[in-house]
């Protein structure tokens, strides 16, 4: 089991920045993945950002040059760095992991969300 723990959203102007952390704690050692993902009003999850195991990076398309992604191994935290906010920006953000499974396969686990909201 993996659990985690999204902080760091608010309200912000845009322009602006905020950074977003997400602490796992439990079974470290089985995720593969931790990535973020992102949820407006009326529109589907998408994917923002994501930092494998062996710390390789993507990125959305609509982020890339203004986001980023990073994590502390020493505090189980994953961050995700937002810089020049948009009022697109607007979502509550998701910390999701993919952990490999003892059985074999792997498991997908969600936080709570944190809301992001930048005014124009």
């Known amino acids: 089991q993996v659990q985690l723990v999204e902080s760091g959203g608010g309200l912000v102007q845009a322009g602006g920045s905020l950074r977003l952390s997400c602490a796992a704690s439990?079974?470290?050692?089985?995720?593969?993945?931790i990535g973020w993902y992102r949820q407006a009003p009326g529109k589907q999850r998408e994917l923002v950002a994501l930092?494998?195991?062996?710390?390789?990076?993507n990125y959305a398309d609509s982020v890339k040059g203004r986001f980023t992604i990073s994590r502390d191994n020493t505090r189980n935290t994953v961050y995700l760095q937002m810089n020049s906010l948009e009022p697109e920006d607007t979502a509550v953000y998701y910390c999701?992991?993919?952990?490999?499974?003892?059985?074999?396969?792997?498991?997908?686990?969600w936080g709570q969300g944190t809301q992001v909201t930048v005014s124009s």
């Open positions: 439990g079974s470290i050692f089985s995720i593969n993945a």
């Open positions: 999701n992991a993919v952990a490999s499974r003892y059985s074999g396969g792997f498991q997908s686990y």
């Open positions: 930092i494998s195991r062996g710390g390789n990076t």
